[in-house]
């Protein structure tokens, strides 16, 4: 493929700097490496949902501004502090037709638990696999996604 550009401007002003290529890929491949002629690793991929998605063309984050970014998060030992489905300890997925219906469900929405790790934050809650979460901490868990983003919103 080719580069087209490796800078932007967003829609607050600031620059970004990237790498977008004339190579057709999928969401699917986000955080797959981009090489050069040479076979060197450039990039990294990313899915770009939500940008304009042109029929091939892929955006990735240059390798180098990876790097540096890994390096200081390393050196900080920084980890996630919002909660997640994995810190919480649970395995959930979304509540379709079938699954309301066999659970005798007037709606369907929400996330049934499939998993609870023991001895996780969501077992001494005492949610048990088969719950059916419905909302997280007043907003509405329609599905697996809204689950996540209520999630990632109790720390905001």
């Given at each position: 493929?080719?580069?087209?550009?490796?800078?932007?401007?967003?829609?607050?002003?600031?620059?970004?700097?990237?790498?977008?290529?004339?190579?057709?890929?999928?969401?699917?491949?986000?955080?797959?490496?981009?090489?050069?002629?040479?076979?060197?690793v450039i990039g990294i991929a990313?899915?770009?949902?939500?940008?304009?998605?042109?029929?091939?063309?892929?955006?990735?984050?240059?390798?180098?501004?990876?790097?540096?970014?890994?390096?200081?998060?390393?050196?900080?030992?920084?980890?996630?502090?919002?909660?997640?489905?994995?810190?919480?300890?649970?395995?959930?997925?979304?509540?379709?037709?079938?699954?309301?219906?066999?659970?005798?469900?007037?709606t369907v929405s929400g996330v049934l638990v499939n998993?609870?790790?023991?001895?996780?934050?969501?077992?001494?809650?005492?949610?048990?696999?088969?719950?059916?979460?419905?909302?997280?901490?007043?907003?509405?868990?329609?599905?697996?996604?809204?689950?996540?983003?209520?999630?990632?919103?109790?720390?905001?």
């Amino acid at each position: 493929g080719i580069v087209s550009t490796a800078l932007r401007t967003l829609s607050d002003g600031k620059r970004f700097v990237f790498i977008q290529t004339a190579v057709p890929a999928n969401p699917d491949h986000s955080g797959g490496p981009v090489f050069n002629q040479a076979g060197q690793v450039i990039g990294i991929a990313h899915g770009h949902r939500g940008i304009d998605r042109s029929a091939g063309t892929t955006f990735a984050i240059p390798v180098d501004a990876a790097n540096t970014l890994l390096k200081t998060l390393q050196s900080r030992h920084q980890r996630p502090t919002e909660p997640t489905r994995d810190s919480l300890g649970l395995g959930v997925q979304d509540v379709s037709v079938g699954v309301a219906a066999a659970l005798g469900l007037s709606t369907v929405s929400g996330v049934l638990v499939n998993t609870v790790k023991p001895g996780s934050a969501s077992a001494v809650a005492g949610i048990m696999p088969g719950d059916v979460i419905v909302q997280v901490d007043g907003r509405v868990t329609g599905n697996s996604a809204a689950f996540s983003e209520a999630l990632t919103k109790l720390r905001a």
